[in-house]
C-alpha cells in the first residue's frame, strides 16, 4: 500500500508570497492532518480534515488555511509569507476522526516526509 | 488539555534495553496513549498505543500502571538505528494530537 506523499517535496519562496503544498493520504484514509515542524516550536498541529470538512484547527492565524477534496487529498495554503514560516510541514492520514470514536482515542496517523518550505 | 513531560534525552549501547518514562498527570478517563518515533528530516511514525496495563508489538512494549498517570515505552536491545526523537502522546479533549518536546535517544556502539 502506498504511503502519504507530499509535493513539492522542497519550496524556496520569498517573504510576502503565497504557497501551496499538497497531500495525498493512503488509499482509504479519509483523515488529514496537517502539522508544521520547526527547531523553536517542535511539531505543532495546524488543522485536521475529515470529509472535506475542518474538524480541528491549531493555533495558527488566518493566513493559514486548507481544504480537502472528495477524493480525501488535500492542500494547505499559507499567505504572505513571513520568515518565521520556514519550517516542515507536514501531513498526516489516518482511517477517521477521533471524534468519530465517541471518546478520545487517537487513531493511528501515518506521516509523510513532509514539506521544506524556506522563506527567504 | 492532558499535558505530558517526558526526559529530554536519554544515552544508551547497542543491545541493551532503553525505557522512556512519560508522566501524564491529568489524563482524562477515555485518552489513550501513543508513542511515535521521528528520525531526522523525516515525519513520526507510530509506534505503540495503549490504553490501560501492557501492550506489546514487534517493535516496543508500553507498560501503563493502574492509575495511568504515567506510561513507560521500553525498546529492547536496541541498535544504532534505533537513534531518534520519541514523543508520548495522550488524547487532547478536541481530538488533536498534541506533541510535546520529545526525547532523544542517542544508541552508540
Known amino acids: 500500500k502506498a504511503g502519504v506523499t507530499q509535493t513539492p517535496r522542497y519550496l524556496i519562496k520569498t517573504r510576502g508570497q503565497q504557497v501551496t503544498l499538497s497531500c495525498s493520504p493512503i488509499?482509504?484514509?479519509?483523515?488529514v492532518s496537517w502539522y508544521q515542524q520547526t527547531p523553536g516550536q517542535g511539531l505543532q498541529f495546524l488543522f485536521e480534515?475529515?470529509?472535506?470538512?475542518?474538524?480541528n484547527k491549531g493555533n495558527f492565524p488566518g493566513r493559514f488555511s486548507g481544504r480537502q477534496f472528495s477524493n480525501s487529498r488535500s492542500e494547505m495554503n499559507v499567505s504572505t509569507l513571513e520568515l518565521g514560516d520556514s519550517a516542515l510541514y507536514l501531513c498526516?492520514?489516518?482511517?477517521?476522526?477521533?471524534?468519530?470514536?465517541?471518546?478520545?482515542?487517537?487513531?493511528?496517523?501515518?506521516f509523510g516526509p513532509g514539506t521544506r518550505l524556506t522563506v527567504t | 488539555l492532558a499535558k505530558t513531560t517526558q526526559p529530554i534525552s536519554m544515552d544508551s549501547y547497542e543491545g541493551q534495553e532503553v525505557n522512556i518514562t512519560c508522566s501524564h498527570n491529568?489524563?482524562?478517563?477515555?485518552?489513550?496513549i501513543t508513542w511515535y518515533q521521528q528520525f531526522p528530516s523525516q515525519g513520526p511514525r507510530f509506534i505503540i498505543q495503549?490504553?490501560?496495563t501492557k501492550v506489546t508489538n514487534e517493535v516496543a512494549s508500553l507498560f501503563i500502571p493502574a492509575d495511568r498517570k504515567s506510561s513507560t515505552l521500553s525498546l529492547p536491545r536496541v541498535s544504532l538505528s534505533d537513534t531518534a526523537v520519541y514523543y508520548c502522546?495522550?488524547?487532547?479533549?478536541?481530538?488533536?494530537?498534541?506533541f510535546g518536546a520529545g526525547t532523544t535517544v542517542t544508541v552508540r556502539a
Open positions: 498526516a492520514s489516518s482511517l477517521g476522526w477521533g471524534g468519530l470514536a465517541g471518546g478520545r482515542s487517537s487513531y493511528e496517523q501515518y
Open positions: 488509499s482509504g484514509h479519509r483523515s
Open positions: 502522546l495522550v488524547g487532547d479533549s478536541d481530538y488533536k494530537l498534541s
Open positions: 480534515y475529515f470529509s472535506e470538512t475542518q474538524r
Open positions: 491529568n489524563i482524562a478517563t477515555n485518552d489513550y
Open positions: 495503549g490504553y490501560k
